[in-house]
């Protein structure tokens, strides 16, 4: 469950919101903030993150790309 989403962030550009519930990253299943704050951490600079949430109850795919 997404709680806060930085101000000016790439997340926050790319349309995610307080409320969402992020259930994949490139096709890896998301159990908890810990293993996102992994997964994301372990990412390139420049690479391109799909995430599969749960946006106000239906099912959506963004795609953010994270800073170099």
Do not use: H
């Amino acid at each position: 469950l997404v709680v806060d989403v930085a101000r000016g962030s790439v997340a926050m550009a790319a349309g995610m919101q307080r409320g969402d519930i992020i259930t994949r990253a490139n096709d890896q299943s998301i159990q908890s903030a810990r293993e996102l704050e992994a997964f994301v951490q372990s990412a390139k600079p420049n690479a391109e993150i799909k995430f599969e949430v749960i946006k106000k109850g239906k099912p959506t795919v963004m795609v953010i790309d994270l800073p170099s």
